[in-house]
């Protein structure tokens, strides 16, 4: 089992910025590729951004691109996601997910564990 728990979302003006951090804890997890999605109400989830532990190689939604950044901290088996420029749109439950996903990046199906997730609300 992987336990992921996300912290560092809260209540944010446009234009402002925000960390979100995973902890990420359990067997092998260093396998796995980390993801962060995101889900506002009445919405689909959607991929935000990937990471993999080993490669560090990076991914990102092309909306994401240019204003969040993923990165790890292996020695604190943490995932960040650095949110900045934020706009109201970026308003949702953002949530960390850790999968094998054989190059599926933005495929959620292919992440089988999932933190509880954390809101990020951003004003206008």
Request: proline share 2%.
């Amino acid at each position: 089992q992987v336990q992921l728990v996300e912290s560092g979302g809260g209540l944010v003006q446009a234009g402002g910025s925000l960390r979100l951090s995973c902890a990420a804890s359990g067997r092998t997890f260093g396998a796995y590729v980390m993801g962060w999605f995101r889900q506002a109400p009445g919405k689909e989830r959607e991929f935000v951004a990937a990471i993999t532990w080993r490669s560090t190689s990076t991914y990102y939604a092309d909306s994401m691109k240019g204003r969040f950044t993923i990165s790890t901290d292996n020695a604190a088996n943490t995932v960040y996601l650095q949110m900045n420029n934020l706009k109201p749109e970026d308003t949702a439950v953002y949530y960390c997910a850790a999968g094998r996903t054989y190059g599926y990046y933005s495929d959620s199906t292919r992440y089988a564990y999932w933190g509880l997730g954390t809101q990020v609300t951003v004003s206008s």
